[in-house]
């Protein structure tokens, strides 16, 4: 028998606390699909957070929503949504080394974040089992059954979730406001677990409430220092405090993209470039065997840091000083004599992270 007209089950079937997930054949299309119901009526309520949250999506690191069907069986009107089918196994506590693999997960999942935030959402239930690996490597978010719309109708009056990945404020007596902080806490404590050393015993009990100071120092030794204390941070109990996940995802990029940059400036035919392995150039621009202005530039494996200045440069009008960083496409101007200038362009090839 075809559900809806267009899908044949297989069979397979993954029942979690709420749902059943059953594994279908879209017969229109020949692909494979999930079909995903809850099991008690009065859980409609969640099944339509899901669909609303996921039609506003669309991101390579969340699961797709494909169709919304509904069909009747012994008496009874059965709801589904039809998600895209991910061949892969969620992530696991204790996964991952401390090295770029690690760090290359963690870049996927705060995407995905980044986008479901940047869409209104509040996931709200952010943990490994509901983060999945397709036999490719991509990462993507699942389960949308606690997402609400910020603005709209992001407050409960009961904590649920599972208690290491709830934020602080999900916790509190009565009718509470959340915002999309309350995922950047979670992601916090996903890093944290994803590490082999697994989920901290801290994150289990939460007593005290408060984060240990030297939560991620001592538990992600070798990770990078910036990354480390941006995490620590996601995890203070004041919503407000915390970064956004633009921030941790910025922060984890330049970790990702370090040494591999490059640029070029030309002066007076003479080309300086400056990458990994040739880290300084100093453009001098000299008449009559006198120097009238020279740029010393530093590549730091992140930026063109200037580190000292001879007469007056400017990078698009606005003069240089010891300390500037120079933007990632400029005109210089170098002062000659008087009011002349000699102008060259600056160019930085500006690598992105891409899964």
């Known amino acids: 028998m075809l559900i809806a007209g267009r899908y044949e089950a297989t069979g ?9 997930a059953h594994q279908c054949l879209d017969v229109r299309l020949k692909r494979t699909v999930i079909l995903k ?3 008690k009526e009065q859980e409609r309520r969640r099944l ?14 969340v699961v797709q929503l494909l169709d919304i069907v509904s069909f009747e069986h012994a008496g009874n009107e059965i709801r589904c949504l039809v998600l895209e089918y991910i061949e892969g196994v969620d992530l696991a506590e204790g996964q991952f080394s401390i090295g770029e693999e690690y760090l290359q997960v963690l870049w996927q999942i705060a995407k995905g974040l980044k986008e479901i935030h940047e869409a209104g959402i509040v996931h709200r239930d952010i943990k490994p089992d509901n983060l999945r690996r397709d036999k490719e490597g991509l990462i993507k978010i699942i389960d949308f059954g606690l997402s609400r719309e910020v603005g709209i109708d992001n407050h409960t009056h009961a904590a649920m979730g599972y208690l290491p990945y709830m934020a602080p404020e999900l916790l509190k ?3 509470v406001e959340f915002s999309t902080a309350a995922d950047v806490y979670a992601y916090a404590v996903v890093a944290l677990a994803l590490s082999s050393n697994g989920l901290p015993i801290w994150c289990r009990a939460r007593r005290p409430m408060d984060a240990p100071a030297d939560m991620c120092v001592s538990h992600l030794a070798g990770l990078d220092p910036v990354v480390v204390a941006q995490l620590q941070q996601c995890l203070l109990t004041n ?6 996940i633009d921030e941790v995802l910025h922060s984890i990029e330049r970790v990702l993209l370090r040494d591999r940059h490059r640029a070029r400036i030309v002066t007076a035919g003479v080309v300086n470039e400056l990458h990994s392995k040739k880290r300084t150039a100093t453009p001098t621009i000299s008449t009559g065997g006198t120097v009238r202005s020279q740029l010393a530039v530093e590549y730091d494996g992140n930026d063109f840091m200037v580190r000292s200045v001879i007469g007056n440069v400017y990078a698009n009008n606005r003069i240089l000083k010891a300390g500037s960083k120079l933007p990632p496409s400029c005109v210089l101007a170098f002062n000659t004599t008087g009011n002349n200038y000699y102008f060259a362009t600056f160019d930085i090839s500006n690598p992105e992270y891409m899964v």
């Open 12 to 20: 397979a079937m993954n029942a979690g606390g709420m749902s059943e």
């Open 173 to 175: 007596n009565g009718p």
């Open 239 to 244: 919503p407000e405090e915390r970064p956004t």
């Open 37 to 39: 119901t809850l099991r």
């Open 48 to 61: 339509a957070d899901e669909q609303k949250a996921l039609l506003k999506m669309r991101s390579s690191h």
